[in-house]
């Protein structure tokens, strides 16, 4: 019985983990405009590290881009 409690807990902790390194990895993108080199300086990390994690957590990286439009004159 203890050993499930354990466990529950882990689980807890492990999804608190994850929400929270997601919210850093999208707010460091929104802070990009989705670009993943900067980010990935700004978060002290790897691009690569980057990249595994915004593949793991399935993040879009093209929603943070900003679109600038052209105006004709």
């Not at 980057?50 to 793991?56: I, Q």
């Amino acid at each position: 019985m203890d050993r499930e409690k354990s466990d529950a807990r882990e689980n807890v902790l492990e999804r608190c983990v994850v929400d929270c390194e997601k919210t850093v990895i999208m707010h460091a993108l929104t802070r990009t405009n989705g670009d993943q080199n900067n980010a990935a300086a700004l978060l002290g990390t790897t691009k690569r590290i980057l990249a595994h994690k915004v593949h793991k957590y399935g993040i879009d990286c093209e929603q943070f881009k900003q679109h600038k439009t052209i105006k004709e004159n």
